[in-house]
Nanobody
Framework: QVQLAESGGDLVQPGGSLRLSCAAS????????MGWYRQAPGKERELVAT???????DYADSMQGRFTISRDNAKNTVYLQMNSLKPEDTAVYYC??????????????WGQGTLVTVSS
């Protein structure tokens, strides 16, 4: 079965930087658009950024140019570079992707999330 695994979440001070990664694994035929979402305590999950297989990106306005999404198709991995972090960025960050397996069955897949805490 195909799956996603996030890593890189940590405790960081305000103004600091952090890079998250998410790798797809399993019997993968292809990976289409990948994205990052986040969910803060008491709030609904929200879009952070998405990136197509060809590298076209889309960002939520609230990120204000501080975050950069990228991917390595050869590794089936998507990254999120986060700079100038603020306490309000504290959340569980989730990876999402549409993946087609060897049986040519496609499905949206979510990772289990990685916690980012921005605090002094």
């Amino acid at each position: 079965q195909v799956q996603l695994a996030e890593s890189g979440g940590d405790l960081v001070q305000p103004g600091g930087s952090l890079r998250l990664s998410c790798a797809a694994s399993g019997r993968i035929s292809s990976v289409s658009t990948m994205g990052w979402y986040r969910q803060a305590p008491g709030k609904e999950r929200e879009l952070v950024a998405t990136i197509s297989r060809g590298g076209r990106t889309d960002y939520a306005d609230s990120m204000q140019g501080r975050f950069t999404i990228s991917r390595d198709n050869a590794k089936n991995t998507v990254y999120l570079q986060m700079n100038s972090l603020k306490p309000e960025d504290t959340a569980v960050y989730y990876c999402n992707a549409y993946i087609v397996n060897w049986a040519q069955v496609g499905s949206a897949v979510w990772g289990q999330g990685t916690l980012v805490t921005v605090s002094s």
